[in-house]
């Protein structure tokens, strides 16, 4: 059973940082590609990024001079770096893998 974990969320004042990570687990092998996305209150669910188990990756134009992505291959995780957050940023985080959504995590950004 595909099971798929987000953390690191939080409150955090604006400029801040902050560092989500996916756990994808019940997989036996490496998933080719895992990616984040969001949802903000009223709106739609957002693609951030993605990065490959080959190492290759794609940042939202939106976000790509403040957000990063990174991935340990091998462990299935994924990782998503914020840097100069801002009110907007505010929503549900939530990671895509394996066909499986994860439950997201929260991130709040106060000004």
């Known amino acids: 059973q595909v099971q798929v974990v987000e953390s690191g969320g939080g409150l955090v004042q604006a400029g801040g940082s902050l560092a989500l990570s996916c756990a994808a687990s019940g997989i036996s092998s490496s998933l080719s590609s895992m990616a984040w996305w969001r949802q903000a209150p009223g709106k739609s669910r957002e693609f951030l990024a993605t990065?490959?188990?080959?190492?290759?990756?794609h940042v939202a134009d939106s976000v790509k001079e403040r957000f990063s992505i990174s991935r340990d291959g091998a462990k299935n995780t994924v990782y998503l770096q914020m840097s100069s957050l801002k009110p907007e940023d505010t929503a549900v985080y939530y990671c895509y893998a394996g066909a499986h959504w994860g439950q997201g995590t929260q991130v709040t950004v106060s000004s």
């Open positions: 990065a490959t188990s080959g190492g290759v990756t």
